[in-house]
């Protein structure tokens, strides 16, 4: 299976000093300062870092999601500094994905009525032979029925990675994914990420604090104070332990902090 | 407990404003209706009191036969031996015989009989000034040419001394020409006492023209002497004149007279109280759905409080507490708008009845009122709180760890019991109508109009989300859309109540509009059918009483080329065999037998002085056979003995006894037609005969022709007041229930915060927030006139079944109407969805997907 976006050069996502600043005077708080980034194309990057790094502000940012104070952001050619909230709405639509760690499921929608959602809003019709593909390796096709509320944590997610990546969207940006799952089944989601990158080509960004998680990433960067502080690639546990351990010697093992 | 749910409702400011507004809009009618009966009832003692000054006591001749044109019963006659007896009656100074009855009609300048607005048009005979009436310039009538008009008839007619004007009278339905010679007024520089006209003529012209003959009186003044206690001489003389009199001292007087008033206004009363009660009935919906909503949010909240120890009774009185403290602010707010619209009204209703000439008394606050108030609004408030709270005590502690999950619950108990209250009201209304239960029937009907819409209610989310699904389809398109449709299904009980709210206007307006529009068709029907004329002779069919034609017109107009016969008829009260009855006579028998199509099944209909006839149904009702003598005893006669000369079948148009002319015009009250009938000659052109009758009885202002579609017609209009009326209960309504659409969506886009957060997140724009948001609104209220639309026709329909032996003989259904509220709905919710949605699609999304 190929994708359209592989024949496109250069990076899915990049942030030139990007800076992200909260507040004025006493009560600022600077989240980001002046981070650089570059994320290939068709690779499986994890970010992580202790709490209050500004991963997930960073995130927010490199999706589209949040406008940043100071630096630019291109999601492929797309610059999106120049962008009013409209086209960032477009922009979402089309090309970015989203897993949460929450799941953000529609509670009245069934699974496949959540899979397409992005589809509904655009007033698109799927693409038979994508959405098959996509429905095959979530391995979600006999519950397509029910509602989100009568499906496991697990298979929640799964829906919500399928319901990411039905859009071919030239990333995916995974937010925490595997935080409110127990450990199985938050493998098997780390597993179908790495799969889609493999076998289709897929772009993901993902959030973690878990070394776990992010050891089936392809790259690791860390951040620590609003700046890339690090990284690594073909990561290990270990080797990610050992890193994080570095930049915060007060809290060893993996941060106890959430992501948001 | 109380300060935590006092903090926890200050924070939710707006959302409970929304919701206590149909609890305020509800006290302020009923508070209102209130304080308009004390400040008019206050306001008309005192008036009475100032005109009954004067008199000591008053008698009159009682009859308890009332005019069936005007309801108001009928005054005998008092011979002068009557003044003399009650002058011979130990304790009175001095009797005066007195002429003083409504019906003088005055032309004015234009040739247009002067109207008032309710208020009555006296004629009186002259008895010279007293304490309360007094000469304001000129001199009291002298000739019978003569007479003197009070000063509230010159205003508003521009005459003064020295003019000639015309009066008509019922018993003399003749414009004749007087000369004013003097106007008086009354003491205190007053004009009119109650917006009342008055012309005084000589005492013989007064008893021949009000009266039908001289030298009888219609009442009789008794001044006491001195020293004599009033109510004594009132016994004293009513034992002397025995029971056909109504001997009254001036204070019982005043009194029956402001009571009158206060029935006459006991309409508004009803009005606003119909007001409130919709108000009300519809803000228990609002209450209930918004508190529901808020214990479902509160889920975490409330189960942590039960799991730190707060027992079941604590959460109820949490919730109970809230819903007082909503219900007081309420009521005061209510009890103070209601306090304004009562006096504005009592103001506006008592200088309209009396044309400006009543002095207002001042605005207090009735203790009746302010029970009321609190009562009403405390009490619903409470009421459709408890519902929730109870549902609140039963979340258990182990909810605060769960995730807040509301599981749809079946609606089955609640269907069940919405079916078997829509049964319960179903036979309440069956039987109410079908006037089963005696004095309880309107109890019944309005009892089971209440269960009915109860019912339907609680019936309602069993069918809301096929219904709702179904009209999703039509209305909705886009992506958008259809999620919009599926929000408005997703809490069937939500959308229900929400819906249910819409329902209860839309229902009342749908059934009075079925129930006007068949007697309508019905009316005109029936007269298609049943009446072989062309033209009516009569007064404006939408003027409060009736006017009678001047037979001396008829005649003229029978002599027309064109008209082949002229029927008039006349109508009063009497009594039959000791019974109250209705009796019409006509001037031209044959011609009404051929123009209504009568069949005479016995006897002969040709009835001379001293013969009554009857139709079939009475006749056998009553035990009547031809040749049996009948006790008759008209308004202005004794009883007399009348020979039963006919049976004749009845009709639609024509059933009950009729008399002869000539015993009409010794007794009825006023005996000339009050209806004419013309049929016009075989190949005459209907429009030439009906200039030609129209200047044949031009002289008389009153009354004006018709062709007999136009008389059916405006006859009709009266209907369409009583609908204009019914549709600002509409207005009201559906103005409440756009407040409960928008607290639903509000609180619902809350609820949904993160979801929407998550839709903007994957890509839909601000626009199709709001249209998600607008198609939900829409659909509810589109169900919710559905709903009405549907109870409001069953309601209508069994109305007219239970009324078609009466006369309603065809189901006329106010397409029109229907349409209208179903647009009308599409723009309660496009206009309801704007707000919420607009806060939906303002959301911002980072905010929303971070919301716990």
């Known amino acids: ?260 | 407990m109380l300060r935590a749910t006092l903090k926890s409702m200050l924070s939710r400011k707006l959302r409970l404003l929304l919701s206590t507004l149909a609890v305020v809009l509800g006290v302020m009618f009923v508070s209102g209706a209130f304080v308009l009966t004390d400040t008019i009832g206050r306001s008309f003692d005192g008036l009475f009191q100032d005109i009954y000054t004067d008199t000591d006591v008053q008698v009159t001749r009682v009859s308890d036969i009332n005019s069936p044109t005007t309801g108001q019963a009928a005054m005998p006659n008092m011979p002068a031996s009557d003044v003399d007896r009650i002058a011979a009656v130990p304790g009175v100074a001095r009797a005066v015989g007195g002429v003083f009855v409504d019906g003088a009609k005055v032309i004015d300048k234009f040739g247009k009989v002067v109207a008032t607005t309710g208020s009555p048009r006296f004629g009186a005979g002259w008895t010279g000034t007293s304490d309360l009436v007094e000469i304001r310039s000129g001199r009291p009538p002298q000739a019978d040419n003569e007479i003197m008009i009070s000063a509230n008839l010159a205003t508003k007619t521009g005459y003064g001394i020295g003019d000639t004007v015309a009066v008509i009278t019922p018993i003399d339905p003749v414009k004749r020409s007087y000369q004013v010679v003097g106007i008086a007024g009354f003491t205190g520089g007053r004009d009119t006492m109650a917006g009342e006209t008055i012309v005084y003529f000589t005492m013989p012209v007064a008893q021949q023209r009000l009266l039908g003959q001289t030298g009888v009186f219609s009442a009789v003044t008794v001044f006491a002497a001195d020293g004599q206690d009033n109510n004594q001489l009132r016994d004293r003389i009513a034992a002397a004149l025995g029971p056909d009199f109504s001997v009254k001292t001036g204070e019982q007087l005043a009194q029956d007279s402001s009571n009158q008033i206060r029935d006459a206004l006991k309409f508004f009363n009803y009005l606003l109280l119909g007001f409130a009660g919709v108000a009300l009935f519809v803000g228990v919906f609002i209450i209930l759905n918004t508190f529901s909503i808020t214990v479902a949010q509160r889920t975490r909240e409330l189960a942590l409080l039960r799991a730190m120890g707060a027992g079941r009774n604590q959460v109820i009185g949490s919730v109970l507490t809230e819903a007082a403290v909503i219900g007081l602010v309420a009521s005061v707010v209510g009890l103070a708008l209601g306090v304004g619209v009562g006096s504005a009204l009592a103001l506006g209703l008592g200088s309209l009845i009396t044309n400006g000439g009543l002095h207002l008394a001042g605005a207090g606050l009735p203790a009746a009122a302010v029970i009321a108030a609190f009562t009403v609004g405390l009490g619903i408030t409470l009421v459709a709180a408890l519902i929730p709270a109870v549902r609140a005590a039963r979340i258990p502690p182990v909810a605060a760890m769960r995730d807040a999950a509301t599981p749809d619950r079946p609606v089955t108990t609640l269907s069940i019991s919405g079916a078997a209250l829509l049964a319960v009201g179903g036979t309440f209304l069956g039987l109410g109508l079908a006037g089963e239960l005696g004095g309880l029937n309107l109890w019944a009907v309005l009892g089971g109009v209440l269960f009915c819409f109860v019912g339907v209610a609680l019936l309602t989310p069993l069918f809301a989300r096929p219904v709702v699904t179904a009209l999703g389809r039509a209305l909705s398109w886009g992506g958008a859309g259809k999620l919009g449709r599926s929000n408005s299904g997703r809490n069937p009980r939500r959308t229900a109540i929400t819906a249910a709210a819409l329902m209860v206007g839309v229902a009342i307006v749908t059934a009075i509009s079925v129930i006007f529009s068949s007697v309508k068709a019905s009316t005109v029907d029936l007269v298609d059918a049943g009446l072989n004329a062309n033209l009516v002779i009569a007064a404006d069919p939408t003027s409060a009483t009736p006017a009678q034609i001047d037979p001396a017109e008829l005649q003229t107009v029978r002599q027309l080329p064109g008209v082949e016969h002229v029927v008039g008829e006349s109508i009063d009260g009497a009594k039959i065999n000791g019974q109250l009855s209705v009796v019409s006579t006509f001037d031209d028998i044959a011609g009404a037998v051929s123009m209504l199509r009568i069949q005479v099944l016995d006897g002969t209909l040709n009835i001379g002085p001293g013969e009554i006839v009857v139709d079939d149904k009475t006749a056998a009702e009553k035990g009547l056979t031809v040749g049996q003598p009948v006790r008759v005893q008209l308004a202005r006669t004794g009883e007399q003995q009348m020979r039963l000369a006919g049976i004749y079948k009845s009709v639609p148009l024509a059933s009950g006894y009729a008399i002869s002319e000539q015993d009409a015009q010794a007794g009825f009250t006023a005996p000339a037609p009050i209806t004419a009938f013309v049929v016009v000659r075989p190949g005459a052109d209907v429009n030439t005969v009906l200039g030609q009758v129209r200047e044949a009885i031009a002289d008389n202002p009153e009354v004006n022709v018709f062709t007999v579609d136009e008389y059916v017609a405006s006859a009709a209009r009266i209907f369409d007041t009583i609908l204009g009326f019914v549709q600002i209960l509409l207005a009201l309504a559906l103005v409440i229930a756009v407040l409960g659409v928008i607290n639903t969506l509000a609180l619902s886009m809350i609820e949904r915060t993160r979801e929407v957060g998550l839709l903007r997140a994957v890509g839909m724009r601000r626009r199709q927030v709001m249209w998600m948001v607008t198609v939900e609104s829409v659909v509810i209220c589109v169900f919710g006139a559905l709903l009405g639309i549907a109870v409001g026709t069953g309601l209508g329909v069994s109305a007219f079944q239970a009324f078609r032996d009466q006369g309603l003989k065809t189901l006329a259904f106010p397409w029109q109407l229907t349409v209208i509220y179903l647009i009308a709905s599409v723009f309660v919710g496009l206009g309801a969805a704007f707000t919420p949605a607009l806060r939906a699609a303002r959301q911002d999304v980072l905010g929303a997907i971070a919301y716990e």
């Not at chain 1, 650089?36 to 960073?58: D, H, Q």
């Not at chain 1, 499921?105 to 899979?115: D, V």
């Not at chain 1, 990158?197 to 392809?218: K, L, W, Y």
Request: glycine share 10%; with cysteine.
């Open chain 1, 1 to 260: 299976m190929s994708i359209d976006t592989q024949v496109e050069t250069g990076p899915a996502v990049s942030a030139v000093d990007l800076w992200k600043v909260y507040g004025v005077g006493e009560a600022q708080v600077i989240a980001l300062r002046g981070v650089n980034v570059a994320l290939e194309r068709g690779r499986f990057t994890a970010i992580m870092g202790p709490s209050g790094s500004g991963k997930s502000t960073l995130m927010h940012c490199l999706a589209g999601l949040d406008t940043a104070s100071r630096g630019e952001v291109h999601i492929g050619t797309t610059s999106l500094d120049r962008l009013n909230d409209n086209a960032l709405t477009v922009l979402r639509r089309d090309k970015v994905g989203f897993v949460f760690q929450q799941f953000n499921l529609l509670p009245a929608l069934s699974a496949e009525e959540n899979i397409l959602l992005p589809l509904t809003i655009a007033g698109r019709r799927p693409d038979s032979g994508w959405y098959d593909t996509v429905i095959d390796a979530v391995g979600l096709r006999d519950r397509l029925k029910h509602k989100p509320a009568q499906l496991s944590g697990g298979q929640q997610q799964r829906v919500a990675c399928a319901r990411a990546m039905v859009t071919r969207p030239e990333v995916i940006f995974a937010d925490e994914p595997t935080g409110n799952l127990d450990s199985r089944s938050g493998a098997d989601i780390l597993t179908f990420l790495q799969r889609s990158v493999r076998e289709f080509g897929q772009t993901i960004v993902m959030v973690t604090h878990d070394p776990n998680a992010a050891s089936h990433a392809d790259r690791v960067i860390f951040l620590a104070d609003g700046n890339v502080v690090g990284e690594l690639a073909s990561p290990t546990p270990e080797a990610i332990l050992d890193q994080l351990k570095r930049l915060d010697p007060a809290a060893p093992g993996a941060g106890e902090a959430g992501s948001a």
